[in-house]
C-alpha cells in the first residue's frame, strides 16, 4: 500500500509547488476515473489521513534528504577546501623538497665537475711530465753510446799510454750515471702510467654525472656518500699524480744535471791528459833532436879516433922496422944504447896510444850503440804519443765537442 502511495505521489509531484497555499490538499486536481477490476478491492479504501499521512512523509523525506545532500554539499566544500589545501601543502613541501636535491644535485654536480676539470688538466700536466721523461730517456741513449765508443777507441791506445788514467775514469763515471738515470726514468715511467690510469678510472667513474646516477638504490646519505666518495678518489688520485710529476721534475732535472757534471768533468780530463800528451810529445821530441845532435856527434868523434887510430899505424910500422933493422948490427955494435932504449919506448908508447884509443873507440861505439837504442825507443814513444793525441784530442774529445749535448735541455726541459 505504501508503494502505491509513494508512487502516487512521485507522480503527481509531491512537492512543494503542487501543494496550496491554504493547507496540505492540492487545489483543482482532476484525478482520471479508473476501471474496477473484478475481484480487486477499490482505490478509495485509503483514508484522507492516509493521504495526508503520505504526502506529508514525503515532505518529511524531502526535506531529510535535501537537508543531508546540503550536509553533503558543505562536507564535500570543506574535503574539497581540505584536499586542496593539503594539495598545496603538499606541493609546497615537494616543492621545497625538490629544490633543495635540485641545489644539493647542483652543488654536488657543480663539485663534480669541478673535479673533473681538475682531474683533466692534472691528467695533461701528468701526460707532458711524462712526454718529457720518455724524450729524456730516449736522448740519454745517444750520449751513452757516444761514452761507450769513446771507452772503445781509447782502447785502441798502445804502449804505456794504455792506463786507466782520469779520463777511462770519468767515462766509466759517465756510462754508469746514464745507465743509472735511464733505469730510474723507467721506474720512474710506470709510476707515471700507474698514476694515469688512476686517473682515467676516477675520471671515468665521474663522467656519467651524479643525476645518472640510479637514486632508487640509495637514500640521500648513500648517495651524498657514494658522490663524496667519488670526489675524494679523484683528489687522491690528483694527490698522488702530483707526486709522481714531483719524482719526474726531480727525476728529470737530477739526471740532466748529473749527466752534466760527468760530461764535463770527463771533457776536463780528456782536455788535460790531452795537454800532458802534447807536452810529453813536445818533450820527447826536444830530447829526441838532442839526441839525434849527439848521436851525430858521437859518429863524428868516432870517426876521428878511427882516423887517429889509422894515424898510429904507419908511426908503429916505423918503430918496428928501426928496431928490426938495428938488430942486425955486427958483433958488438948489438948493444943496448940510448937509441934502442928510445925506440922500445917509442914502440911501447904508441902501443899504448893505440890501446887507449881502441878502448875509447869501443865505449864510443857502446854509448853510440845506446844512444841509437834509446834514439829508437824514443821514436816509438813518439808514434804512441801521437797516437794518444790522435784518439783522445782529435776522435774522442772531438766527437764530444761536436755533440749536441744542450739539445737534451731544449728538447726535454
Given at each position: 500500500?505504501?508503494?502505491?502511495?509513494?508512487?502516487?505521489?512521485?507522480?503527481?509531484?509531491?512537492?512543494?509547488?503542487?501543494?496550496?497555499?491554504?493547507?496540505?490538499?492540492?487545489?483543482?486536481?482532476?484525478?482520471?476515473?479508473?476501471?474496477?477490476?473484478?475481484?480487486?478491492?477499490?482505490?478509495?479504501?485509503?483514508?484522507?489521513?492516509?493521504?495526508?499521512?503520505?504526502?506529508?512523509?514525503?515532505?518529511?523525506?524531502?526535506?531529510?534528504?535535501r537537508?543531508?545532500?546540503?550536509?553533503?554539499?558543505?562536507?564535500?566544500?570543506?574535503?574539497?577546501?581540505?584536499?586542496?589545501?593539503?594539495?598545496?601543502?603538499?606541493?609546497?613541501?615537494?616543492?621545497?623538497?625538490?629544490?633543495?636535491?635540485?641545489?644539493?644535485?647542483?652543488?654536488?654536480?657543480?663539485?663534480?665537475?669541478?673535479?673533473?676539470?681538475?682531474?683533466?688538466?692534472e691528467?695533461?700536466?701528468?701526460?707532458?711530465?711524462?712526454?718529457?721523461?720518455?724524450?729524456?730517456?730516449?736522448?740519454?741513449?745517444?750520449?751513452?753510446?757516444?761514452a761507450?765508443?769513446?771507452?772503445?777507441?781509447?782502447?785502441?791506445?798502445?804502449?804505456?799510454?794504455?792506463?786507466?788514467d782520469?779520463?777511462?775514469?770519468?767515462?766509466?763515471?759517465?756510462?754508469?750515471?746514464?745507465?743509472?738515470?735511464?733505469?730510474?726514468?723507467?721506474?720512474?715511467?710506470?709510476?707515471?702510467?700507474?698514476?694515469?690510469?688512476?686517473?682515467?678510472?676516477?675520471?671515468?667513474?665521474?663522467?656519467?654525472?651524479?643525476?645518472?646516477?640510479?637514486?632508487?638504490?640509495?637514500?640521500?646519505?648513500?648517495?651524498?656518500?657514494?658522490?663524496?666518495?667519488?670526489?675524494?678518489?679523484?683528489?687522491?688520485?690528483r694527490?698522488?699524480?702530483?707526486?709522481?710529476?714531483?719524482?719526474?721534475?726531480?727525476?728529470?732535472?737530477?739526471?740532466?744535471?748529473?749527466?752534466?757534471?760527468?760530461?764535463?768533468?770527463?771533457?776536463?780530463?780528456?782536455?788535460?791528459?790531452?795537454?800532458q800528451?802534447?807536452?810529453?810529445?813536445?818533450?820527447?821530441?826536444?830530447?829526441?833532436?838532442?839526441?839525434?845532435?849527439?848521436?851525430?856527434?858521437?859518429?863524428?868523434?868516432?870517426?876521428?879516433?878511427?882516423?887517429?887510430?889509422?894515424?898510429?899505424?904507419?908511426?908503429?910500422?916505423?918503430?918496428?922496422?928501426?928496431?928490426?933493422?938495428?938488430t942486425?948490427?955486427?958483433?958488438?955494435?948489438?948493444?943496448?944504447?940510448p937509441?934502442?932504449?928510445?925506440?922500445?919506448?917509442?914502440?911501447?908508447?904508441?902501443?899504448?896510444?893505440?890501446h887507449?884509443?881502441?878502448?875509447?873507440?869501443?865505449?864510443?861505439?857502446?854509448?853510440?850503440?845506446?844512444?841509437?837504442?834509446?834514439?829508437?825507443?824514443?821514436?816509438?814513444?813518439?808514434?804512441?804519443?801521437?797516437?794518444?793525441?790522435?784518439?783522445?784530442?782529435?776522435?774522442?774529445?772531438?766527437?764530444r765537442?761536436?755533440?749536441?749535448?744542450?739539445?737534451?735541455?731544449?728538447?726535454?726541459?
Amino acid at each position: 500500500m505504501s508503494a502505491l502511495f509513494h508512487h502516487t505521489s512521485d507522480v503527481t509531484g509531491g512537492c512543494q509547488c503542487c501543494r496550496s497555499a491554504g493547507g496540505g490538499r492540492p487545489a483543482n486536481l482532476d484525478f482520471p476515473s479508473l476501471p474496477l477490476v473484478a475481484g480487486t478491492a477499490p482505490l478509495s479504501q485509503y483514508t484522507v489521513a492516509d493521504w495526508h499521512q503520505t504526502n506529508h512523509d514525503n515532505l518529511t523525506t524531502c526535506d531529510r534528504r535535501r537537508a543531508a545532500g546540503a550536509q553533503a554539499r558543505c562536507a564535500a566544500q570543506r574535503a574539497i577546501r581540505d584536499a586542496d589545501r593539503a594539495a598545496a601543502q603538499a606541493q609546497r613541501e615537494s616543492t621545497q623538497r625538490l629544490a633543495e636535491r635540485a641545489g644539493a644535485v647542483g652543488r654536488w654536480r657543480h663539485e663534480v665537475l669541478h673535479e673533473l676539470e681538475l682531474n683533466s688538466q692534472e691528467t695533461e700536466r701528468l701526460e707532458e711530465a711524462r712526454r718529457r721523461a720518455e724524450c729524456l730517456h730516449n736522448e740519454l741513449a745517444a750520449p751513452l753510446r757516444l761514452a761507450e765508443d769513446n771507452r772503445r777507441a781509447r782502447q785502441l791506445r798502445t804502449g804505456p799510454d794504455l792506463v786507466h788514467d782520469p779520463v777511462e775514469a770519468g767515462l766509466e763515471r759517465e756510462a754508469g750515471v746514464l745507465v743509472a738515470m735511464r733505469e730510474r726514468l723507467c721506474r720512474t715511467l710506470d709510476h707515471v702510467s700507474g698514476s694515469l690510469q688512476e686517473l682515467r678510472e676516477t675520471r671515468t667513474a665521474l663522467y656519467p654525472g651524479i643525476e645518472r646516477w640510479d637514486r632508487t638504490q640509495s637514500n640521500p646519505d648513500s648517495w651524498e656518500e657514494h658522490t663524496r666518495r667519488l670526489v675524494q678518489q679523484s683528489q687522491t688520485a690528483r694527490a698522488n699524480s702530483a707526486a709522481v710529476r714531483a719524482e719526474v721534475e726531480s727525476v728529470t732535472h737530477g739526471a740532466v744535471s748529473e749527466h752534466w757534471q760527468a760530461w764535463t768533468s770527463t771533457n776536463q780530463a780528456l782536455a788535460a791528459r790531452a795537454q800532458q800528451t802534447q807536452e810529453a810529445r813536445n818533450r820527447i821530441q826536444q830530447e829526441l833532436s838532442r839526441l839525434t845532435q849527439e848521436i851525430a856527434e858521437q859518429e863524428r868523434h868516432r870517426a876521428a879516433l878511427r882516423r887517429a887510430l889509422a894515424a898510429q899505424t904507419p908511426h908503429l910500422r916505423v918503430a918496428h922496422t928501426r928496431l928490426e933493422r938495428r938488430t942486425h948490427r955486427p958483433g958488438l955494435e948489438l948493444c943496448r944504447d940510448p937509441a934502442m932504449d928510445r925506440l922500445q919506448g917509442e914502440v911501447r908508447e904508441i902501443g899504448d896510444s893505440v890501446h887507449v884509443l881502441q878502448r875509447q873507440l869501443s865505449e864510443l861505439e857502446t854509448a853510440l850503440a845506446g844512444l841509437l837504442q834509446q834514439k829508437a825507443k824514443m821514436e816509438d814513444e813518439l808514434r804512441v804519443k801521437a797516437n794518444s793525441l790522435l784518439i783522445d784530442r782529435d776522435q774522442v774529445l772531438g766527437s764530444r765537442r761536436a755533440f749536441p749535448v744542450t739539445s737534451i735541455v731544449t728538447k726535454c726541459l
